[in-house]
């Protein structure tokens, strides 16, 4: 079996960094992507020491041309396939909607949705050739129910498992599976500037989040929503 070629968009740290080691372990090709260069080096080293081969592949999911760029990167790294894109690059905040600018709701949209919308479209040819390739996107709980000052973050990621659910009949001929995970409260830095009033010791470990975006991966045709929940 060949190594597995894979990109994970926020890949710097959180959610997105464990994902990349968990695969690293198998002995993975890792391309991990982000804005903040210096952590994407950190991870690489960490895929390397882990058994993986990495690259570092800056990318903002908002510039499509710094999308371009960067899938252009991750498949002259791979020799050409991708054989699983994770979508998982996000930004969350609290906002009640009598606050929420224009400014506010356009980020998370552009970062959450339409930034899976670029890397999926241009990493497509790449999948195509890859070996039973899959899209796996990281959703939310938030995608399947509100929360009170999360009107953009819930129609980010409703919208994200809107696109899963069309985007797997669109792709079902080509054999490109879309899974679409949802985790719930996971401990990282995302809750670092938002405010409120986080238990953060109760919430899933990034590893346990990674565990499931893995066996996404590995898992039949016909698994297509993984929830993970954090422990009662
Ligand atoms: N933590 C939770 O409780 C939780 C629960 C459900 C779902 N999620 C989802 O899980 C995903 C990962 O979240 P996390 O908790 O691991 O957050 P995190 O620790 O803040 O990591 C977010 C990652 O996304 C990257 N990112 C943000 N904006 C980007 C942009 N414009 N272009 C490229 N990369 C960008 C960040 O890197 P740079 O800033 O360097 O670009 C970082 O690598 C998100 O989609 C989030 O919505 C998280």
Redesign the pocket.
Known sequence: MTAKRVLI?????????AAALRFAREGAHVVV????SG?LDEVVAEIEAAGGKGLAAQ????DLGSVEAAVWRATEFTGGPIDVLVN?????DVIPFEKMGHKAWSKMID??LT?AYYVTQESLNALEEGERPVIIN?????AKRGFPGNTAYCAS?YGLKGFGDALRLDLAEKGVRVVTVY?????????DDVEGDWDRAS??T?EEVAEVIFGAAAAGDEVTDLDVAPPA
């Open positions: 968009t926020g890949g710097g740290r959180g959610i997105g960094r992507a982000a804005r903040t952590e990318m903002n999911v908002t998982n690059a996000g930004v969350f970062v959450n930034g990281v959703a939310s709980g938030a990621k985790p719930g409260g996971t401990d990282t830095t995302i809750f919430m899933n990034v």
